[in-house]
């Protein structure tokens, strides 16, 4: 949790509570289906939880702002950032049904009544969302038509509505292709090792960006 106040201090005590839940939650779980590496959760805040909440030095966003979450896993990023953004709805989605039961079961402890959890490929989602997050699922090549259609067409966050994806190494062969991609780097935000080679990409897919709800 360390990590997390070093980064968040302004958390409310009810977000606290519910990241300092994180781990014991996880940890039982862990126990019974394979979510996350086992060697891994001796790392569980830095790598996992403080790695998603990346994206959110990338943009902050607004109330009533719709996120899918495709290739979730055992819920990350998704499950973080619906913490630390409470009136936001996350969708989180995996093709792999037992992920999804974790993140059911997790969300439920929590009391994250801003999560919804479906056992659904990106390409049969059916609603329409402002924001697709992922954490490494695949290359864009791939990734961008499996999700491009599902993106709203008006923008009311600072940024265009799109994709945001939370990569490493170089990226250099994948997003040639992409040339209107942003490329954060997150040890510009967070100073353990760890995020040394770890990127934010965003990628722009509606451009109708509707300025009047910048200055909430």
């Keep these: 949790m360390e990590s997390i106040l070093k980064y968040f201090p302004d958390l409310s005590k009810k977000q606290k509570n ?7 939650l996880y940890l039982e779980w862990n126990s019974k289906i394979n979510v996350i590496s086992r060697k891994d959760m001796s790392s569980f805040y830095k790598h996992h939880v403080l790695h998603s909440l990346g994206i959110s030095k990338m943009i902050y966003f607004i ?24 009136e936001v709805q996350f969708d989180l989605i995996d093709s792999i049904g037992k ?11 929590l009391g ?6 479906y056992n659904i490929r ?18 864009f090549e ?18 265009n509505n799109g994709i945001i994806c939370l990569k490493g190494g170089d990226l250099t062969e994948e997003l040639k292709f992409f ?3 942003d490329i954060q780097y997150l040890n510009n935000f967070f ?11 965003y990628l722009p897919i509606k451009t109708n960006l509707r300025r009047d709800n910048d200055n909430l």
């Design 122 to 139: 990106a390409e049969h989602y059916p609603k329409m969302v402002d924001f697709v997050i992922s954490r490494a699922v695949t290359k």
């Design 191 to 201: 100073n353990e090792h760890f995020f040394e080679t770890k990127k934010i990409v």
């Design 18 to 24: 519910q990241f300092n839940e994180l781990f014991p």
């Design 179 to 181: 040339p209107e991609a």
């Design 142 to 159: 791939f990734f961008v038509p499996w999700v491009k259609n599902k993106i709203l067409p008006l923008s009311k966050n600072i940024l």
């Design 99 to 109: 992920k999804i039961n974790v993140v059911k079961e997790v969300s439920k402890e």
């Design 112 to 117: 994250l009544d801003n999560v919804s959890s």
């Design 63 to 86: 109330p009533g702002t719709r996120i899918l979450d495709v290739g979730t896993g055992g819920g990350f990023p998704g499950i973080p950032l619906a913490i630390l953004f409470p």
